[in-house]
């Protein structure tokens, strides 16, 4: 790992933040901290940005694996995963929000393989806590429910999902 300094001053921020920006694009960034420092009108934000050396083989802090959900997931799990995607998508546009601050694809794809149909197994899901539950099941768990009594359950015991 290696360490980078950048200044950015408050008063012409432009030429800092060119340099920072063009520096994070074309390293393997693994932390940054910032700083402000108070300098009156001097003042500025100095960061450390942590990269990656040698063969790159590490992922940097908060990158994901990318999946393929059209090869984790049977074809009618697919087609409840994409139904979820859509709804999610039209919920965070109304909302003005990124789509995954509601729900990441991994909590969606972990909807449709544990066969969710209550708030208290939404609740399960790493990451779904009250406040998202409270805010969205009542969107989700209709689709998922409906979805459920549509396609026959893949989950070994064949257990019969509860309303």
Same mark, same amino acid.
């Given at each position: 790992m290696?360490?980078?300094?950048?200044t950015i $001053?408050?008063?012409?921020p432009g030429?800092g933040?060119?340099?920072?920006?063009?520096f994070?694009?074309?390293?393997?960034?693994? &932390?940054?901290d910032?700083r402000f420092?108070?300098?009156?009108?001097?003042?500025?934000?100095?960061?450390?940005?942590?990269?990656?050396?040698?063969?790159?083989s590490?992922r940097?802090v908060? &990158?994901?694996?990318r999946v393929?959900y059209? $090869?984790?997931?049977?074809?009618?799990?697919?087609?409840?995963f994409?139904?979820?995607?859509?709804l999610?998508?039209?919920?965070?546009?109304n &909302?003005?929000?990124?789509?995954?601050?509601?729900f990441?694809?991994?909590?969606?794809?972990?909807?449709?393989?544990?066969r969710v149909?209550?708030p208290?197994a939404?609740?399960?899901?790493?990451?779904?806590?009250?406040?998202?539950?409270?805010?969205y099941?009542?969107?989700?768990?209709?689709?998922?429910?409906?979805?459920?009594?549509?396609?026959?359950?893949?989950?070994?015991?064949n257990?019969a999902i509860?309303?």
């Amino acid at each position: 790992m290696k360490f980078h300094v950048f200044t950015i $001053e408050v008063r012409d921020p432009g030429p800092g933040q060119d340099a920072l920006n063009a520096f994070c694009a074309q390293h393997r960034v693994t &932390e940054v901290d910032k700083r402000f420092v108070d300098q009156g009108p001097c003042s500025s934000w100095t960061f450390c940005v942590a990269t990656l050396d040698g063969d790159g083989s590490a992922r940097p802090v908060g &990158e994901r694996k990318r999946v393929d959900y059209r $090869e984790v997931l049977n074809e009618s799990d697919l087609a409840v995963f994409a139904e979820l995607r859509n709804l999610r998508r039209a919920l965070a546009e109304n &909302e003005g929000v990124p789509q995954f601050a509601l729900f990441t694809n991994e909590q969606l794809a972990a909807m449709v393989t544990q066969r969710v149909s209550t708030p208290s197994a939404l609740g399960e899901i790493e990451g779904v806590g009250k406040a998202r539950i409270d805010k969205y099941a009542r969107h989700f768990l209709p689709l998922l429910k409906k979805a459920f009594a549509a396609v026959p359950a893949a989950n070994p015991a064949n257990e019969a999902i509860p309303d």
